[in-house]
Structure formats: structure tokens, C-alpha cells
T-cell receptor, first 110, second 117 residues
Framework: KQEVTQIPAALSVPEGENLVLNCSFT??????LQWFRQDPGKGLTSLLL?????REQTSGRLNASLDKSSGRSTLYIAASQPGDSATYLC?????????FGQGTELSVKP | NAGVTQTPKFQVLKTGQSMTLQCAQD?????MSWYRQDPGMGLRLIHY???????DQGEVPNGYNVSRSTTEDFPLRLLSAAPSQTSVYFC????????????????FGPGTRLTVL
């Protein structure tokens, strides 16, 4: 059974700080891992998709890494801004569906 | 492209009423799915479809029906609404979700917030 865990559940940082969000999964036989952003009351926006053969993906100030052997992915946000405040979710496809973590609620203070 | 669109954005129902949540995508994606999001439970798959005419159950299908007559549309029907169906419903789509191939990037709609009284 695949389980996805995100730690911490909530994070508050001052503007400008670099930060890391963690995602772990119990079964390393994944096809890929996707990071999403969800703003309050809104839908999910895809940020990055890492294929199982890749080690990392970058988009602007975001960098996601994947270590299948240890069952971990991290999302690195450089020079955080108040506009980055949102809930960040990771998910892996498993058994015909996406298995989501519970998310990390990020607050970036001006 | 409009991407994945959902209507309505908000809905209030009384127990026992039926309704249909609409989902459409203009990306010619074969794979479409419905999730519900509840506090403390995360996102759970209700039903999914790998192409027109093909649907299957997810982990929480009871009380919901789906059909897929076209590639673009994947409506979710609540047969007899119950307070336990109060939730936020998301529709998602992706391309090339085939046996043996990698799952591709999932695109989500903005959601429908449903309250059942």
C-alpha cells in the first residue's frame, strides 16, 4: 500500500528565506511525483512533475528533487515571497489514482 | 485553452435532492477523474475514466454516478444527496494514461463547493 506523508503540516517564514518542503512515500516503485499548489478556496495548480528516472526538476524559484531509494522528494523554494503563501501538496500515481499527502500550509510573512 | 472547467462553483442542496456537477476539458485528454477534498481526509478519488465510454470506480464511489459520452465531458451525478457528501469536488484530466506508460501531468479544475443540508 502506498502512503504519502508531508512534514511539516504548517510552516511560517519571513520573506526572503529559502525553504524546503518534504514529501515521503512508502513504496519506491513510483512512475512519477507531482507537486501542486492550492490557494485558499481554489483548485490545485501543477507546479512540477518529476519522472521516476529524473533526480530533479526546476521551474523559476522552485526546485523539486526525487530520491526513490529513500522514498523522499523535496520542494525547494528560493527567496520566498508573500505570494508563495499557499498549501503545497505532493502526489504519486498509484493503482489508478493519485495518492496525495496531507499538504504543507506555507505562510510567508512580509 | 480554457483547461479544465467546472460548474457550478457553489451549490446548496437539501437531503435527498439530486444534481449533476459538470466537468469539461478542451485539451483532448483521455483520462479524467473526480476527487473530493475533505478536511483531515485529503483528496480521495470518486470515479475515473480512461476514455469515452469507459468509466471505473475509485475509492469512494458510493452515492455517485458518472458517464463519459465524449472525450471532453465527464459529469458527476449525485443520486440522492446526503450531508456526508458536503465537500469540495475537483475534476482532473491528463493525457496518455495507458497501461505500462507513465502517468502524465494532472490538471485540475477550480472545484465545486457543495453543501448538503
Amino acid at each position: 500500500k502506498q502512503e504519502v506523508t508531508q512534514i511539516p503540516a504548517a510552516l511560517s517564514v519571513p520573506e526572503g528565506e529559502n525553504l524546503v518542503l518534504n514529501c515521503s512515500f512508502t513504496d519506491s516503485a513510483i512512475y512519477n511525483l507531482q507537486w501542486f499548489r492550492q490557494d485558499p478556496g481554489k483548485g490545485l495548480t501543477s507546479l512540477l512533475l518529476i519522472q521516476s528516472s529524473q533526480r530533479e526538476q526546476t521551474s523559476g524559484r522552485l526546485n523539486a528533487s526525487l530520491d526513490k531509494s529513500s522514498g523522499r522528494s523535496t520542494l525547494y523554494i528560493a527567496a520566498s515571497q508573500p505570494g508563495d503563501s499557499a498549501t503545497y501538496l505532493c502526489a504519486v500515481p498509484w493503482g489508478g489514482k493519485l495518492i496525495f499527502g496531507q499538504g504543507t500550509e506555507l505562510s510567508v510573512k512580509p | 485553452n480554457a483547461g479544465v472547467t467546472q460548474t457550478p462553483k457553489f451549490q446548496v442542496l437539501k437531503t435527498g435532492q439530486s444534481m449533476t456537477l459538470q466537468c469539461a476539458q478542451d485539451m483532448n485528454h483521455e483520462y479524467m477523474s473526480w476527487y473530493r477534498q475533505d478536511p483531515g481526509m485529503g483528496l480521495r478519488l470518486i470515479h475515473y475514466s480512461v476514455g469515452a465510454g469507459i468509466t471505473d470506480q475509485g475509492e469512494v464511489p458510493n452515492g455517485y454516478n458518472v458517464s463519459r459520452s465524449t472525450t471532453e465531458d465527464f459529469p458527476l451525478r449525485l443520486l440522492s444527496a446526503a450531508p456526508s457528501q458536503t465537500s469540495v469536488y475537483f475534476c482532473a484530466s491528463s493525457y496518455d494514461r495507458g497501461g505500462g506508460s507513465s502517468y502524465n501531468e494532472q490538471f485540475f479544475g477550480p472545484g465545486t463547493r457543495l453543501t448538503v443540508l
